[in-house]
Structures are given as C-alpha cells and as structure tokens.
C-alpha cells in the first residue's frame, strides 16, 4: 500500500520494478490491481510475486499516489450517496486485494506496507 514501493524494491530488482510498473500489462501491482475502480471496472485479481517458498508479495507502485483523490472523495460519498456500491468498493479494495492475494498463496498472515505520510491510503488503512 506504499506509493513510494519501498519494500517491493527492496525484494524485486530494478528491471522487474520497470517491468511491472511499465511494461507488463495486468494487475502486476496493488495500483493495477485496483485501477479498474477508478473507471468503469472493478478489482482485478493481483498478480503474485513470489520472493521465497513461503513468501508472496503484491509489489507497491508509485502511480497508488494518484489513487489518494478517489479514496479521497469516497469516504464522504459513502455517507451520503444513494448507491453505496461503488464508494464501498473503492473504502474495501486494499482488504479485497489483499483477500485475494491470501486466497491465492494460502497464506495465514498479510503484513501491510504502508508509506509515511497520513495520507488517505494511511488514514484507511490504520482504521482497519
């Protein structure tokens, strides 16, 4: 969940960063895993990286900062719009995408990166 990737270039080097974030179509990030939101799409299942046997990572992107403004406008459409549905989904995509990143590895323990700042993927994310 951090726009600035620190953990996913502390695993992945500097091709397979350019890789994902540029070159590779699909959800090869958190960001294009949850893209689809900010149009007309919905989730899409993330593409695992795995580092160790037991170790699966959904690399950051730098692009997540741009998601910032669409949680940013969700969280007050979702007290006072009429349909849920699509602010709801935009509050929920991180715990979805990570949901389904556990499903898939069979994993028992997410752990979260999050950046530095108290921004509103921070803000959402410590109030889980």
């Known amino acids: 969940m951090d726009a600035q990737a620190n953990l996913a270039s502390a695993f992945l080097d500097e091709d397979a960063l350019e890789g994902l974030w540029e070159t590779n179509p699909g959800p090869t990030t958190v960001y294009r895993a949850i893209k689809p939101l900010t149009q007309v799409g919905d989730i899409q299942q993330p593409v695992l990286q795995k ?3 037991n170790l699966r990572l959904v690399p950051g992107d730098v692009a997540l900062a741009a998601f910032e403004d669409t949680l940013s406008e969700a969280w007050p459409a979702s007290m006072g719009d009429a349909s849920l549905y699509r602010p709801f989904r935009i509050l929920t995509a991180f715990l979805q995408v990570a949901q389904m990143a ?27």
């Open 51 to 53: 580092i160790t046997e």
């Open 102 to 128: 556990a499903n898939e590895a069979g994993a028992d323990l997410i752990l979260a990166d999050v950046g530095p700042n108290l921004g509103a993927i921070n803000r959402l994310e410590k109030a889980r």
